[in-house]
Every structure is written in C-alpha cells, then in structure tokens.
C-alpha cells in the first residue's frame, strides 16, 4: 500500500492546527510555515502525479479495513492531475495573498490549509459518504475565507453562500440515503458493480438518487439553474480567497467526471448515461448566461464571476459529452480555465486597490503599474475568451472538434462560437473602460501619504506567474494532452479502478 | 409507523422550505434547521424500520438492524450542527455590520449610487 497517498490530506491538517496554536500572533511565522506547506504540498503532488502515470490506479485503505467496509482513498490520473493543480494554485495565490491580504483578518493561512486538507480528501476520496464530509471540510473553511477582510456587503454575501451550501449538504445527504438504501453501499467501486443489480422497482430510487448527487455537484460546479450563488459570493470575497475558490467550481466537475462514467457509465444496464440528457442542456444553459452576464458586469470582479460561470459551462459541455475524446479536452480546459479566472480575480483585486472607484467599470484617474496591469488583463482575457494563441483557444477548438459527431453537435458549436463572442465584446469593453479611459474630474486615491502610492511587489509577481503557467500550458500542449488523454481512458475503464478498489476477486461475495 | 415517519419528514422538509425563502436571516436558520432535522429522520430510516433488533452483535439477537444509517445520522448530525452553529454567527454578525437581518444584498435604504460605492468598497 502507497502511503504516500494520504499525506496530501494529512500535511494540511497537521499545519492547520500549528498556524492555529504557534502562529497565532505571529504573522510573519504565519507566513513562513504557510508558504513551506505550499511548496511541500506541491512537490508531494507532483511526486504523486508521477507515481499515478506508471501505475494503475492505486487504493489507500484507511485503517487496513478491506474495501467496501472501510474507507478508501484512491490515486489515479484525475485525482493526481486535480492535486496538483490545487497546489499549484494555491502556491501560486499564496504569493498573492502575503502582499497583505492575510493580515486584515484572523487566521487566514489556517483557514487556507483546512481549505485545501478539504479540497485534496475530496479529490482523493473513493467513498461518497466521505466525499460530502470532505466537501463540509473545504466548506467550512471557505465559510471563514470568504468574510475574511469584513465588511457589511461581504458578510452578507457570505451570510447566502452558507445558506445556500446548507441546504446542498441536505440535499447531499437525502442522496446517499436514497442511494444506499437501494445498493447498501457508500463505496464508489462497489456501488458501479451494484448498479447493474438493483431491482426494477428500485432503479427510480437509484436514479433520483443519483440525479440529486448531480444536482448537488451542479450547485458547485455553479450550474445553471443552481449557479445564482456564484457572482454574490466570488464578487465579494477577497481576491486571493476568490482566485483559491476558482478551484472549488472545479471539485464539482471533478466529482461529476469521478461518478457518472464509474457507476452510471456504458456497464450500468438499465441506468446507463443517467446523467447525459441533463447535463448538457444545464451546461449550454451555464454557458450562455454566463457570457450575458460578463457583458453586463458592472465592475471587474463581476466580469470574473461570470466569466467562470461562462466557462464552468464550456466545461461541462464538454463533460456532458461523456466520451474519451471530449473528457481529455475537458480535463485541458480545467487546467486553463482554473488558471484564467484565479489571475483575472487577482488582477481585478490589483486594480481596485489602486483606484477610488475601485474596480466598478467606470473611467478614474491614472493609477500606478498601469500599464503593466493592462497588459496583464490583456492577456488573461485573450485566454479566458479562447481567442489565439494561449490556451483558452486550444481548449475550445479540442472542445468542439469533440463534440463534431455528437446528435446535437449544431448547438454546441453554436453556444460555443456565439459566448466566445460576446465574451470578448464583455472584456474588450471592460478593459478599454478601466484601463484607457481617464476622468480627470475623478477624485484620487484618498490615502495620498508619500509611499502610499507604492505598493507590494508580490502580487505582480503571482499575477505574472499564472499568466506565465497559461503560456506553458499553451507551449506544451502536445505532451501534456498525450498524458491527459490517458487520464481520460482511465475514466472510461471503470473495470480497471473497480479491480484497484475491490481487489481481483471483486470484493467479499 | 412507516406512515408516522413519512409524514413527519415530509412536514418537516416543507416548513423548512418555506422558512428558507423567507427575508429575514432568523427565519431562515429555522428553516435550516427543520431540514436538517428532515434530512436526519430520512437517513435513519434508509435501515429500513424494524423493532427489536440490535444493530450490533448481542447473543440473544435473531436479526440485526442496519447499522451503517445510524452512524451516518450522527456523522450527520454533528456536521449540521456545527454548519447551523456558522450560520447562526454569520447572521448575527451580518445584523450588527448592517443593522438588519434582511438577507438581502441591497442595502435597505440605500439609492443606487450608494450601492455601486459599496461594491466598490468591498471589493477593496
């Protein structure tokens, strides 16, 4: 057994407690400790991505108790992709984060480990009782981040985030009930070789079951028609918190690609492609109002939440596809479109910091390092909107080559090509707004003490190091999709992570 | 007793709704509640219901109750308990930022150049 595999939960979870207990009144230790866990967190991903590529998909029992009777993590190309994307947003928004975010609240980097402790178990997870204590753990603490600064309108936005993920962790549990009660079992293996043995009176039971698990991920994954709490929420946090939570839409995408094609994929008999005739529509659906929504943003965070909702449904539509060819572009586009919305986060974040109008889409006076941020918007829209040459474009040009021979092929391409172009109407607006259009008559930056005007370096720093991860994943493209579409493959042998979970035998019967 | 539990989630599920959609913040954390009270009695009864029968090894037993829903109610329970527990302090500190426990997001008497200034502070 690799016991590497649940140290990506355990680093946090031990860090947590220490920023807690030691760090507690000392910032700059806070920061230290904090920035170690990151880059530790991010070598042990990377090992466990190299581990995951030469080796099936490998089971971690906690406990030593034989799967389907314990819990289990399991390692495969997804999850080891998703870690270490984690950790290297994370890392990378870190770096943000200590230009002097973390010190206008309590417990920031404790609060930022338990996130990740959160959002690496739910990647890891292989039981999908365990998946919803994961999602309460990242949930919990996003609770804390997303106040994390105070204000009225934040607290009360945060006030509707925890409302609304309430009633989903109800509607979380409601689901498993439904689903255990008909197949006995909480184990994701084993609940795909159960599927296919369920009773016919029984299967409407499974499949409400199950769409209300979809349902619940779509509310992540900020799906329309559940995706209301999204602008609220990303709009008002604090940058870096809403830069880490660009991964957090993606923990329901990962969940969605992780369920549906194991359990209700080609060997579920009579509940096979459950989810197909929803997903897709609900993803169109996600796609288009999303885009609606950057052309109608009002400042720059605005623009950023809808643009992720606008492309948590290019996203999906590639998920909704369900087949090898449109997952592989789809794991792509996640890597991208993560990068793109934390950076275009951080950058309105950069912004509003500088500017008496904050980042509202409005002309104001000159500001400092504007050109520089300029050119930064510039080239974080050119990927968002999926124009060439950065990654966005190779994204949705595999996304539609994907979707050529599907039934509906017409409305996906059509969603697709007419979003991306009010997408960079949206951004060609809002940028020429903000960063070209002066008001002389605009009031300056109220705090005007010599040196105000200078400001940390570091979050120019990490904004430049995401826009530079987007260029990489541009350049290598090639090798990197040879190794996603394996990972896709994966997905698509269901057999193969069954047998890594259940043993060769197939479980105890 | 199937007819009793029923009827008592589904009562309790539709009070929670309503109260959900409330406006104020105190509402809604009974709402809140309700459902999660609803969610628990589902999950127990997900076992199935039986009567006397243990749900772990005894010597005299003759049959045994699923014990997996049980553990899963407390697991359950706990989490909501915890949530309902945030929840309850984010309303509270939402009402003494704001002097109202409207859930809403535009400020009560606010005109609309007020609102714009306060998305611009707070995205500061």
Redesign the interface.
Known sequence: MNHWIILPILLPAVMAPILVLAARHDLVLARVLSMAAAVLMLVLAAALLVSASVQPPQMYALGDWPAPFGIVLVLDRLSALMLVLAALLSLIVLLYALGGWDGRGRHFHALWQFQLMGINGAFLTGDF?NLF?FF?VL??AS?GLM?HG???????????Y??VN??G??LF??A???I??VTGT?NMADLAGRVVEVADGDRAILHTGALLLLMVFGIKAALVPVHFWLP?TY??AA?PVAALFAIMTKVGAYSILRLFPLAFGEGAGLSSGLAVPWLLPAALLTLALGMIGVLAA????QLASFAVIGSMGTLMTAVGLFSPQATSAALYYLLHSTLAAAVLFLI??EV??RRA????LAPGEGFADRGLLAAFFFVAAIALCGMPPLSGFLGKLMILDSARGASNAVWIWAVILVSSLLCIIGFGRAGSTVFWKTDPAAPALAVDVPGSRRRPVLPLVSIGTLLAALVLLTAFAGPLMGWIEQAATQIYQPERYIDAVMGEAGGYE | MEFLLASAVGVMTAAGVYL?LRAR?FT?VLG?TL??Y??NV??FA???LAIDRPPVIAADASAYSDP??QA?VL??IV??F???A??VV??L??FL??GDDL?A?T?SSGTPAQM?A???????
């Open positions: 009782f204590v309460e949930l919990i609770y106040v105070g204000g009225a309108l934040r607290v009360r936005a945060g006030v509707q925890v409302v309430l009633v962790s109800s549990l409601i498993v009930g439904l255990y009660s909480l609220g709009g008002n940058a009002r400042s720059l965070t309105a974040g509003s910091v109008c904050g980042d509202r | 959900l913040t809604v809140l459902l999660s609803a969610t589902f999950l997900m076992g199935r997996l829903p899963l697991t359950a989490i909501s915890g949530m309902t945030v929840a984010m309303a500190r939402s930022e704001s859930g997001m400020p714009v306060e998305v611009g502070e707070s995205s500061r």
